[in-house]
């Protein structure tokens, strides 16, 4: 594990960077709503992937200043315009550090459109995503400018987020799927739910950053 610092401006994010030996792809997590790099969640899907040789890094999309206001309003976890430019500061930074790892993004809850937002904004770099629970329609126009092939994972009893998720397919150009898994809820919690979530994702990183013939 080592730590690192996103830029972004005057922003500096703290992140978890986990490059298991060998790794061969490494996977940017934008967070959801009031989370950050902590979640237990997204450490658990994180895991997994290190288990199938893939690395990951886990950042803060807020500073602690931005978190306490956010803390009183709520406001700034849905301002997709901000989280998915500092995610993509951050698959830039990676991207810089070693330019022959093949990159994708994981985003939960609201951190689905800010990774689809630096998908978006860089074509050439992010090769998949894979969204948890997620917001997707909330990326707007980036939908359509998307190409990294797109698995979006929802909960069987999540029926709202299924129809949003839906209505962003129709407006993505991309290869995209939509896996809904049956008797889950939106944050995964029932025993077996999120190691679901966490194969599924594997499977989609590993075909898509080219570590396997799935």
Known sequence: MEEVRIRDGDAVLPGDLHLPEGAHGLVVFAHGSGSSRLSPRNRQ??????????GTLLLDL?????????????????DIGLLGRRTTAAVDEMATRDPALPLGCFGASTGAAAALVAAAER????RAVVSRG????????ALGRVRAP?????GGHDQAVIGLNRQAMSRMRCEVELEVIEAATHLFEEPGKLEQVAVLAGRW???HLGTSSE
């Not at 899907?45 to 893939?54: F, S």
């Not at 997620?134 to 126009?141: F, Q, T």
């Open 45 to 54: 899907v994180a895991d997994a992937l290190h288990e199938v040789g893939l």
């Open 134 to 141: 997620g917001r997707p329609d909330l990326a707007g126009p």
């Open 150 to 154: 797109t698995l979006l994972i929802v």
């Open 62 to 78: 807020l500073t602690p200043a931005e978190e306490r206001v956010d803390a009183r309003t709520a406001e700034l976890r849905f």
């Open 123 to 126: 074509p050439d770099v992010v």
């Open 205 to 207: 990183f590993r075909r």
